[in-house]
Nanobody, 114 residues
Framework: VQLQASGGGLVQAGGSLRLSCTSSGLSFSRARLGWFRQAPGKERDFVAA???????YYADSVKGPFTFSRDNAKNTVYLEMHDLKPEDSAVYFC?????????WGEGTLVTVSS
């Protein structure tokens, strides 16, 4: 199983980014997928999750500005991030749970300048 995250970068506060995570080797349409983030010196924190039925869950800190979606035909999930703040700066990791197994992708760095 591979999870490939992309879309990170440098953006000014108030700006937007869209992260993507493309998978291979999963039963993608039935997998639960999510995003976590880890800032320097901090623990990895939950950001958002989406179930196979497209129910979404968000950390309180990102409710509203962030939207999580999935495209099963492309084996890809998207995290739309708007109104970004410097405290959103972190490495963002894609996560999948498929038939009881857990998988992590390589992170993509998001830096929000003030």
């Amino acid at each position: 199983v591979q999870l490939q995250a992309s879309g990170g970068g440098l953006v000014q506060a108030g700006g937007s980014l869209r992260l993507s995570c493309t998978s291979s080797g999963l039963s993608f349409s039935r997998a639960r997928l999510g995003w976590f983030r880890q800032a320097p010196g901090k623990e990895r924190d939950f950001v958002a999750a989406i179930t196979y039925s497209r129910s979404t869950y968000y950390a309180d800190s990102v409710k509203g500005p962030f939207t999580f979606s999935r495209d099963n035909a492309k084996n890809t999930v998207y995290l739309e991030m708007h109104d970004l703040k410097p405290e959103d700066s972190a490495v963002y990791f894609c996560y999948a749970r498929d038939r009881g197994a857990h998988y992590w992708g390589e992170g993509t760095l998001v830096t929000v300048s003030s």
